[in-house]
């Protein structure tokens, strides 16, 4: 079996050795490196349908993914890339990813540590926001809800800090989870990552004019039953909002006007229309409900507020520099390689689910079993994936399939664009749709 990647340590031993002075030069022979490897075209295929191509194939098809090690070795990232510069790829092979997750962390003289947990309802954007801190898309996303099935965990580390993200399932209430059939861990796991947290995430999306005034029942039954542990109010997809005056509102109801211990003076700006009343819990005051009232929709211990769009690389810049300066003093808990704790069989099983989920009509994706039958590395260093999908009816077999396969080839195509992201190597996916039995 080929070493990983060893095409490439081949070439850059030969450009090492020929290596032209000067930076256009250095440009020059960065232009040639896809054709030096030949696979400028090389991507997706499936079982069903043609070759991926056109114009969404040029994002996939850089040999060394989106802010490859070579690219940061030659100092050509792309301009804005402080959220992913030599971001670790996993490993496609699962010992590997093992032997690392228990390797003894290479921890600095001074190292500091963050565990940051993300809490939110449905669809709030956890898993967004994660990948976009990590510099690297390894969680699943999805616009339906319950996309994250059970806790996923991603590790940024910057110098001598370390920040170990949580992001848990969007938190539900026991009857739904029984109503529904869903799994267990989508009820337990936000509760288990609070317990060893040291600060608390809590996502709003400001979108959604149904959920947007209020924190969900579970969220404030966490928040309250942690409460000595500090938290933070991150307002998302502000983007969407055509008026931002909203915000004001939104602020003093989601954290009963105080921040910080401070009362905040926005009462004015929320009630400067005549004949408005103010029914907030930020206009009668911070204290006027007690933390085990039910009728509670505001958190008034929140340290900071963060508006932003979980999609900005700015705005989440930002977000992300506060949560490396909140690190404490501490030992790192994973080597500085380790980017997630998930295998690579599983992250390329979560990936095929957010793009069923994404594709596929109602209750259809959830009835979806996956089988992986293949996973091996090719003799040019391909990772070679192949994966049964099971339903239970014919008729669900036909829509996943699509009209001539069309639709099963783009799932195809589109999770191995991904996970060559991921692995930062060359992916042939292959997906067969079966009649569960």
């Known amino acids: 079996m080929a070493a990983p990647g060893r095409r490439g340590a081949e070439l850059l031993r030969t450009v090492l050795g020929v290596w032209p002075p000067g930076l256009d030069a250095a440009r020059e022979w960065v232009t040639r490196l896809p054709l030096l490897l030949g696979s400028q075209q090389r991507c997706v295929s499936c079982v069903s349908g043609p070759a991926f191509s056109g ?101 940024i580390t910057e110098k001598e800090t370390q920040v170990i993200l949580l992001d848990t399932p969007g938190l539900i209430s026991p009857a739904k989870q029984k109503r529904h059939h869903l799994e267990l861990s989508l009820l337990e796991d936000p ?33 309250t039953q942690f409460s000595q542990v500090p938290s933070i109010l991150v307002m998302n997809k502000v983007d969407c909002l055509k008026q931002k005056s909203v915000l004001l509102e939104l602020t003093a109801v989601l954290t009963e006007g105080v921040v910080n211990g401070k009362k905040l003076k926005t009462r004015q700006a929320v009630c400067s229309q005549p004949g408005n009343h103010c029914s907030s819990p930020a206009a009668k005051g911070p204290n006027t409900l007690s933390v085990g009232d039910p009728q509670r929709i505001g958190w008034p211990n929140f340290q900071e507020i963060f508006m932003l769009s979980a999609l900005s690389q700015e705005d989440v810049k930002t977000l992300k520099q506060y949560l490396l300066a909140q690190a404490r003093p501490g030992p790192w808990e994973f080597h500085s390689g380790v980017l ?27 009835n979806v079993q996956q089988k992986t039958v293949m996973w091996e590395e090719g003799p040019d260093g391909k990772l070679l994936i192949e994966q049964k999908l099971l339903v239970p009816k014919e008729s669900h077999m036909r829509i996943l399939i699509g009209p001539k396969g069309h639709l099963i080839s783009q799932v195809a195509q589109e999770v191995g664009r991904d996970l060559m992201n991921i692995f930062l190597c060359e992916v042939q996916l292959r997906l067969s749709v079966k009649l569960l039995k």
């Open 191 to 223: 509760w288990k990552s609070m317990e060893s947290a040291d600060l608390v995430v809590v996502l709003v999306d400001v979108s959604d004019k149904w959920t947007r005034n209020q924190l969900s029942p579970q969220v404030l039954q966490c928040l």
């Open 340 to 366: 997630t704790s998930q295998t690579p069989e599983e992250i390329c099983a979560n990936m095929i689910r957010e793009k069923l989920l994404e594709y596929l009509p109602q209750e259809v994706p959830y």
């Open 55 to 155: 114009p969404r194939l040029a994002s996939a098809s850089r040999p060394n993914g989106q802010s490859s090690a070579l690219d940061c070795f030659l100092g050509l990232s792309q301009p804005d890339s402080s959220l992913n510069f030599r971001v670790p790829a996993v490993s496609m092979h699962r010992d590997e990813q093992d032997l690392l997750l228990v390797h003894h962390p290479d921890m600095p003289e001074n190292p500091r540590v963050l565990r940051a947990v993300l809490l939110g309802a449905p669809n709030a954007g956890k898993s967004t926001l994660s990948n976009q801190l990590l510099g690297r898309k390894v969680f699943p996303v999805s616009q339906k809800v319950h996309t994250t099935r059970s806790q996923a965990l991603g590790v």
